[in-house]
């Protein structure tokens, strides 16, 4: 099983700041890729960014120019960074990974942190 923490959400200004941070742990083989989506209250959960095993970046253009994806320096650990914060992006941000279990087949897994709150208000 492979578990998910996320941490670093909060209440910030607009115009703000946050860093969140996800670690990744249990029966790991390989990740493919890590992410960060969010859901705002009534609506979709819907992507903000993801990072491959490469490196390759991909991101909401709602975010774009204000947010930014990386990986630790520890293993299978992902950070969002988020600058410039509006009202708009007040939502629940759930951390995402996929890849594969250890064991003789390499099953495939995609899991879900619990998520953290950001609110961004005055």
């Known amino acids: 099983q492979v578990q998910l923490v996320e941490s670093g959400g909060g209440l910030v200004q607009p115009g703000g700041s946050l860093r969140l941070s996800c670690a990744a742990s249990g029966t790991i083989y390989s990740m493919n890729a890590m992410g960060w989506y969010r859901q705002a209250p009534g609506k979709h959960r819907e992507l903000v960014a993801v990072?491959?095993?490469?490196?390759?970046?991909n991101y909401a253009d709602s975010v774009k120019g204000r947010f930014t994806i990386s990986r630790g320096n520890a293993k299978n650990t992902v950070y969002l960074q988020m600058n410039s914060l509006k009202p708009e992006d007040t939502a629940v941000y759930y951390c995402?990974?996929?890849?594969?279990?250890?064991?003789?087949?390499?099953?495939?897994?995609?899991?879900w942190g619990q998520g953290t709150q950001v609110t961004v208000s005055s």
């Open positions: 995402n990974a996929d890849g594969r279990t250890t064991g003789w087949s390499r099953p495939g897994f995609n899991s």
């Open positions: 990072i491959t095993s490469l490196g390759s970046t």
